[in-house]
Nanobody
Framework: QVQLVESGGGLVQAGGSLRLSCAAS????????MGWFRQAPGKEREIVAD????????YYRESVEGRFTISGDNAKNTIYLQMNSLKPGDTAVYYC???????????????WGRGTQVTVSS
């Protein structure tokens, strides 16, 4: 029903910037929230930032707050992640995700993109 496609990943030196994009599409769907997650080799997937369209809430994990900015356009089913002052620890596959069934705060993100690789060299 919903397809999410990420773009904008790549290789950047420490201190550099990247801007990720995610576009959601489908026949008929609603996204109540959208967000960015990442997973590094040998580590669990973790949330980076998300937006609740219904409440306007924006969340950042502490390690990226002040460096990353999530933004988007609900009408266009699109979100972005501006990543500045990148560190080697930011290296991971970054995934776009959406809640399409409910706006509950504790609900799972149920739709996922395939991911885009971000590599930060030191």
């Amino acid at each position: 029903q919903v397809q999410l496609v990420e773009s904008g990943g790549g290789l950047v030196q420490a201190g550099g910037s990247l801007r990720l994009s995610c576009a959601a599409s489908g026949r008929t769907f609603i996204t109540y929230a959208m967000g960015w997650f990442r997973q590094a080799p040998g580590k669990e997937r973790e949330i980076v930032a998300d937006i609740s369209w219904t409440t306007g809430r924006i969340y950042y994990r502490e390690s990226v707050e002040g460096r990353f900015t999530i933004s988007g356009d609900n009408a266009k089913n699109t979100i972005y992640l501006q990543m500045n002052s990148l560190k080697p620890g930011d290296t991971a596959v970054y995934y776009c995700a959406a809640k399409t069934e409910t706006d509950a705060v504790d609900a799972d993100f149920d739709s996922w993109g395939r991911g885009t690789q971000v590599t930060v060299s030191s």
